[in-house]
């Protein structure tokens, strides 16, 4: 809930007349107490995790296998419609369990960390900065948990059920055991409890956090994806590939960039793997 009672109010404080945006958010939030807008984070979320991955998903229902098999990194796989519906009212409830009831209990630490609410809304600079570290954060963390996950008592007991889809698609990205959504959701937090931002940018990282685990579990591997222009992106192949072989994997756990698994060497699998294609395809450039 913001301070003032007017625009002129405002105005006066940051001495200096408000942007566009400033004065959109000033309207939205005067009278929004803080905690509810923190808890925008769920709807937020919900409404990615439902249209995001959609056109995925339509793309692979309503197109002819012989056309998706082109893109499609697993092409023999392709799931049902009521599969695919099943994993997205799945996680949709875990997801508004587990994110609706952290928005309310870590409110307090949200506050003690210095996310703000209020004016001046950060520059696209500094929007650009923290969520550069952010990225860089959220990986590193998410690369160990991820590796954490994968000894026998953390699959077994809890990211087995992520790897349910052994061919990923979009939905499945956020499907999990309630407890992962929680335990990777440290990692999330963790940049901005560091670096804290605006409560706009914690909407806008979280929003791109997700696009981007929707992206890597698409199960598509396109030749326009604007990702493919990021220095060191992992992408949708090098997820794929870990999903493909499953609990005995110990290769690509990188969330976003291919960074960790490069310098703890847990990409050899992978390497073997696009090597021996390679090979097959006799295509030197596959490698």
Not at 101 to 116: A, H, Q, T
Not at 137 to 153: F, M, N, V
């Amino acid at each position: 809930m913001l301070p003032y009672s007017s625009a002129a109010e405002a105005e006066a404080a940051l001495g200096r007349g408000m942007t566009v945006a400033e004065a959109a958010w000033l309207r939205y939030s005067a009278t929004v107490p803080d905690h509810l807008l923190y808890c925008h984070n769920v709807a937020i979320l919900l409404v990615v995790y439902t249209l995001a991955p959609l056109p995925l998903a339509l793309l692979e229902q309503l197109t002819p296998q012989a056309v998706t098999s082109r893109i499609k990194l697993q092409p023999r796989v392709r799931l049902s419609a009521a599969a695919v519906f099943r994993c997205y009212l799945d996680t949709a409830w875990v997801l508004l369990l587990t994110v609706g009831m952290l928005g309310i209990v870590s409110f307090p630490v949200v506050k003690m960390v210095g996310i703000r609410t209020g004016l001046p809304l950060p520059t696209l600079g500094e929007a650009a900065a923290q969520m550069a570290v952010y990225l860089l954060i959220e990986d590193y963390l998410g690369y160990w948990i991820h590796r954490l996950l994968h000894t026998k008592w953390g699959y077994e007991k809890i990211h087995r059920v992520h790897h349910e889809f052994s061919a990923p698609v979009g939905y499945a990205a956020p499907y999990a055991h309630w407890a992962e959504v929680l335990i990777l959701g440290v990692p999330s937090f963790t940049g901005p409890a560091i670096v804290p931002c605006h409560i706009t940018i914690l909407w806008l990282w979280f929003v791109v956090r997700h696009i981007e685990a929707i992206d890597i579990h698409s199960g598509f591997e396109f030749p326009f994806n604007p990702t493919r222009l990021i220095p060191f992106y992992g992408g949708a192949e090098f997820h794929d590939y870990h999903h493909r072989v499953g609990e005995k994997s110990q290769s690509n756990f990188s969330s976003v960039f291919t960074f960790c698994d490069y310098l703890y060497g847990t990409d050899k699998g992978y390497k073997y793997h696009k090597a021996s294609l390679a090979k097959v395809r006799g295509c030197p450039t596959c490698k």
